[in-house]
């Protein structure tokens, strides 16, 4: 028998997903005193970063506010007023909304947010959350099996990336599904984290390796991606109300109002950054390893300086997008019925970003104005109805308006504060009330009533 051998070439078009680019979305979702220590960090970690002597020309990745010194290093705390960052079920709530959702399933979706943790994670199994949400209504919200796993997969299929998970190995699975297929290190992170979540989580890799059957350098990345996963996310939209509580929060723009005119900028915080010196080499410097060393660090010190302008101008480009939609509220100031229907997908439309990315981007930022200062994610509202251009906001004003001027004696229930808002020029539903009043924190009428 005659065995023929040849020679052939293959062209295969592979996307990777680098550790830079997880390091860069994590960047994207850190505050702006998040961001400083991520600096701190990396200058003392890599000798081929330092801060620049000269502050001219201002670096790409920052802007500098108009009205500071050019030699202030810092921009200190500013206390706000009125500024409360929305919950983690709120801005689950406020995503639902986008959705295209039976009304049912969007109202027990809504309900069983309310059993998320400030981690992200269930508290509630979904047989135990059915039987909430039935006694909650008293029956009149018994979901189907098909409802429950409905309305439990669009909770997480929210933003942030992990939320509704119910252990560790299960949110670190849904961030890793949302990376795209047609990268190998994310199909080998995702069969680890499935398959042997017990063994990665004890560092065996040497076991790991033998029972997978995958190499160490394979490994390696695939641990650089599952390592860069969060594994609370909610946490991102918890640390809005940690500030709340404080009382004093950093913002990450600052908007000037000049007539008609609107500026924004970010905060002059972050130092200039280049490539120290001795890290300079010619493109023909021989071949060594001391100049191996060199060009990796240098090449990561520029990749570095790289994110950081990447991020200014995502996030700029976002904001910029936000004050456009929400210009009526920035310039007569200080009235939320001016803040008009906003949701994430508007702002994904008018950048051309993903509503991922957005969403990440908003979390956790402020926003400094004349008259106080707002978490980002205040100005998303959605629609009272789709042939509306009344805001939830607007909404949520007016009902708060009606209870500061009731009776207290003689509190109104929410069919009167229904009839009162159709007074208003507002047709509502009766259970949009109820929805609203609940997100503000209100108790029903007869828990308002004096013992």
């Not at 390091?23 to 505050?31: A, H, I, S």
């Not at 309900?111 to 981690?119: E, H, L, V």
């Not at 409802?147 to 990336?161: G, H, K």
Request: charged share 30%.
């Amino acid at each position: 028998m005659t065995r023929n051998t040849k020679l052939t070439q293959q062209h295969l078009l592979r996307q990777r997903l680098l550790p830079q680019q997880m390091r860069f979305v994590r960047m994207l979702e850190q505050t702006e005193t998040e961001i400083e220590e991520e600096i701190k960090r990396e200058l003392d970690e890599n000798p081929a970063l330092e801060r620049g002597d000269d502050p001219d020309p201002v670096p790409a990745y920052r802007y500098a506010m108009s009205n500071r010194s050019a030699d202030d290093d810092t921009f200190e705390p500013t206390a706000y007023a009125e500024a409360r960052a929305a919950t983690l079920p709120e801005h689950l709530c406020q995503q639902l909304a986008e959705l295209d959702l039976p009304e049912r399933v969007r109202t027990l979706a809504e309900f069983m947010t309310g059993s998320i943790d400030p981690n992200g994670y269930f508290t509630r199994t979904l047989p135990q959350l059915s039987a909430d949400a039935a006694i909650a209504t008293d029956g009149r919200l018994e979901p189907s099996e098909a409802e429950l796993r409905q309305a439990f997969d669009a909770i997480r299929s929210l933003d942030p990336a992990g939320t509704g998970a119910m252990d560790l190995r299960d949110c670190l699975l849904l961030q890793l599904d949302r990376l795209p297929d047609t990268m190998p290190d994310v199909i080998t992170a995702r069969e680890i984290t499935r398959h042997y979540f017990d063994i990665f989580s004890l560092r065996n890799f040497t076991r790991l390796s033998a029972e997978t059957g995958i190499d160490t350098e394979s490994l390696r990345r695939a641990n650089a991606i599952i390592t860069a996963l969060n594994p609370k996310p909610g946490s991102v939209i918890s640390a809005d109300n940690d500030m709340d509580r404080n009382h004093g929060v950093t913002p990450d723009f600052i908007v000037e109002t000049d007539g008609e005119r609107v500026t924004v900028t970010m905060p002059n915080s972050l130092p200039d950054l280049q490539i120290e010196q001795n890290f300079v080499l010619a493109d023909d410097a021989p071949k060594s390893n001391t100049n191996e060393f060199i060009r990796s660090r240098a090449g990561e010190a520029r990749t570095f300086i790289e994110m950081l302008r990447r991020r200014r101008d995502t996030l700029m480009r976002i904001v910029r997008a936000i004050i456009e939609l929400q210009r009526d509220f920035f310039l007569n100031g200080d009235d939320e019925s001016r803040i008009h229907p906003m949701v994430l997908r508007d702002i994904a439309a008018m950048t051309g970003m993903d509503i991922s990315t957005v969403s990440r981007a908003t979390a956790g930022k402020w926003l400094a104005t004349p008259f106080g200062v707002y978490p980002l994610k205040s100005f998303f509202n959605e629609r009272v109805t789709d042939d509306s251009d009344v805001s939830s906001r607007e909404i949520m004003s007016a009902i708060r308006d009606i209870i500061d001027t009731e009776d207290k004696n003689n509190p109104a229930g929410d069919d009167t504060i229904t009839a009162m808002l159709s007074s208003r020029g507002y047709k509502v539903a009766r259970r949009t009330v109820a929805k609203y009043r609940s997100r503000l924190g209100i108790p029903p009428a007869r828990l308002r009533r004096p013992v």
